[in-house]
């Protein structure tokens, strides 16, 4: 995920600060994106580090795509130093993120799902929920999710638009989620194209009604990153001119 917002980045005409984190074993390491050579760094020395990048790139904005076990910490160090950022990591507790961010000075722009037309469509669910409550009062749900098999965590998106069923009057629980993360299952079972097993989000909510004969379904497939990308850029933009104003 990140070598494609490195890309977006790129090809919008962004600067972009070559410097990243890892683990400790990756520590020391150069990745090379877009003709850029990107340093690596460890976890050790990574609040030093990030001070000493902010004091030369004073409008520097970091991007996150990491894991859950690290979206608190992350933006805690995020919020200590004082740098600006793009939550896109997906996980961790959220309450307790926005409390970072709320308790700081830090401006920051979080969300579980960086494809512009995916939170279009949230959106609109959302507008549905509000105005039509009850609307789906009595109708079983099923929900599939899948993704490339490094996605730890459950999707955010689908969790989002479960609540807004569950306001339509849906009686589901969000343990009830079909996660699938199993290359031959997505192949099979999903219709995943293979060369999108890496990197993929198919999503298929499916209503019917309580005597069995009427049914609606919601479908939503992103093959590759591009998406999230180019809305992950987007955001920076809209960040930065944000800091700028206030």
Do not use: W
């Not at 307790?96 to 799902?113: D, G």
């Not at 105005?131 to 099923?142: D, E, K, R, T």
Request: hydrophobic share 40%; charged share 20%; with cysteine.
């Amino acid at each position: 995920m990140g070598k494609a917002v490195i890309k977006a980045a790129d090809a919008a005409g962004l600067e972009l600060v070559p410097v990243s984190f890892g683990t400790e074993e990756e520590s020391g390491q150069k990745v090379e994106v877009c003709g850029k050579e990107i340093q690596v760094h460890g976890l050790s020395d990574r609040e030093s580090v990030l001070a000493s990048v902010f004091d030369k790139y004073p409008n520097m904005i970091i991007v996150d795509y990491t894991v859950p076990a690290a979206v608190n910490g992350n933006a805690e160090l995020y919020s200590k130093v004082g740098v600006p950022f793009v939550m896109g990591t997906t996980g961790g507790d959220r309450v307790r993120l926005h409390e970072t961010v709320e308790n700081s000075n830090v401006y920051a722009v979080i969300s579980p799902q960086m494809g512009k037309q995916v939170v279009a469509f949230l959106a609109a669910m959302e507008i549905m929920a509000e105005q039509f409550p009850g609307a789906f009062s009595g109708y079983s749900l099923q929900v599939l999710e899948s993704h490339q098999a490094g996605k730890l965590d459950t999707s955010g998106t689908a969790k989002a638009v479960i609540s807004c069923f569950q306001k339509l009057g849906v009686s589901f629980d969000k343990d009830q989620i079909q996660m699938i993360r199993d290359p031959k299952q997505q192949l099979e079972m999903v219709g995943v194209p293979e060369e999108h097993l890496l990197g993929h989000a198919f999503h298929m909510y499916h209503l019917t009604s309580p005597d069995q004969t009427v049914s609606f379904e919601f479908q939503h497939n992103v093959c590759g990153r591009s998406i999230y990308a180019e809305g992950t850029v987007d955001a920076v933009l809209f960040l930065s001119k944000r800091v700028l104003i206030l």
